[in-house]
Structures are given as C-alpha cells and as structure tokens.
C-alpha cells in the first residue's frame, strides 16, 4: 500500500523560504513520476513541480513559481522535496505531495492520472 506524508508546512512572511518533504512508502521509489500539487482556497488543485525517475534531468514547473522552486528527491531516503524560495502571498495553500506510475509528460496536471495522494501540509505566506 502505497503511502505519502508530507511535512514542512507553515508560516511564513512574503520573501521567506519553507521546505516541503514527502516521506514515501509501499513502493518502488526511484520508479515512476512524482509531483506536488496545490490547491488554494477556492480553488481547484494546480501542478507546483514534477520530477521524473532520472531525477533532475526531468523536472517541470508551474510558471507561477518557475525560478523559486525547486523540487528534488532522495531515493535512498524515499524522499521528495520541494524548496520553496521569495514566498508570495498568493503561495498560499494546501501542498500535496502525488506519485504516479505514469510518465510525467503524460500525467502532467491531470489529476485522475495520479494514483496516490498524501494528506497535505498547509503553508501560509503572510503580507
């Protein structure tokens, strides 16, 4: 059983710094797409970064925070990462760590084609 926790939310001022980790067990790690995700209040729930099996050499990102995020992963620790630098405001949200036996080109955003969710870790980004 394939499961997800996500730790390192919080608050935070606007131009501070939080990293994100999703702890990952019941599967192989270093296999398949992970990704986080955010769903903003009201909203629905938007792709943040991707990080395919090869690591670095594939990753994606939103355009809203594409050069203030970076997401990374550990195999040895089954770990997934997301740093998260110059915090907006409109960062604010629900974060959720996603993995997926697809590829990260074809499950990109749509949600129906990520198999396993965490609970979430809410981040707040103050004025």
């Known amino acids: 059983q394939v499961q997800l926790a996500e730790s390192g939310g919080g608050s935070v001022q606007a131009g501070g710094s939080l990293e994100l980790s999703c702890v990952a067990s019941?599967?192989?790690?270093?296999?398949?797409?992970m990704g986080w995700f955010r769903q903003r209040p009201g909203k629905g729930r938007e792709g943040v970064a991707r990080?395919?099996?090869?690591?670095?050499?594939?990753?994606w990102y939103g355009d809203s925070v594409k050069g203030r995020f970076t997401i990374s992963k550990d195999n040895a620790k089954k770990t997934l990462y997301l740093q998260m630098n110059s915090l907006k405001p409109e960062d604010t949200a629900m974060y959720y760590c996603a993995t997926t036996g697809n590829s990260c080109t074809y499950a990109s955003e749509n949600t129906r084609r990520w198999g396993d969710w965490g609970q979430g870790t809410q981040v707040t980004v103050s004025s």
């Open positions: 990080i395919g099996p090869d690591g670095y050499l594939s990753t």
């Open positions: 019941g599967y192989i790690f270093s296999r398949g797409c």
